[in-house]
């Protein structure tokens, strides 16, 4: 299994991004998709969750702001992120895992991972 994200790039605050993950190989343990972000200074951390019904589970600070969302027939997920501020500059990795339960967004909870791709939000 391979997860390739794409999509990232530098915009000012308050612009937007979609980042694409794209699943090679999918199957019973890539059924739940998700997002992180790390910078060089934290923790890797849990940002956005959908299983295959679509049902979605995300970071309270990026509620009303972020969307995550996926096609199952491309075997893509996506993550639409708008009203960007700097504090959201990280790199951000695609993850998955065979099911969307309990700790939606623990990073040890997961099992595939991408290379990532960067974001950076200028002020």
């Known amino acids: 299994v391979q997860l390739v994200e794409s999509g990232g790039g530098s915009v000012q605050a308050g612009g937007s991004l979609q980042l694409s993950c794209v699943v090679s190989?999918?199957?019973?343990?890539?059924?739940?998709l998700a997002w992180f972000r790390q910078t060089p200074h934290t923790k890797r951390e849990g940002v956005a969750s959908?299983?295959?019904?679509?049902?979605?589970y995300l970071l309270r600070s990026v509620q009303g702001r972020f969307i995550i969302s996926r096609n199952n027939a491309k075997n893509v997920a996506y993550l639409q992120m708008s009203s960007l501020k700097p504090e959201d500059t990280a790199m951000y990795y695609c993850?998955?895992?065979?099911?969307?339960?309990?700790?939606?967004?623990?990073?040890?909870?997961?099992?595939?991972w991408g290379q990532g791709t960067q974001v950076t939000v200028s002020s």
């Open positions: 993850a998955a895992r065979r099911r969307c339960s309990g700790r939606f967004l623990d990073v040890d909870e997961y099992t595939y």
């Open positions: 959908i299983d295959e019904e679509g049902r979605q």
């Open positions: 190989q999918p199957g019973p343990d890539t059924v739940c």
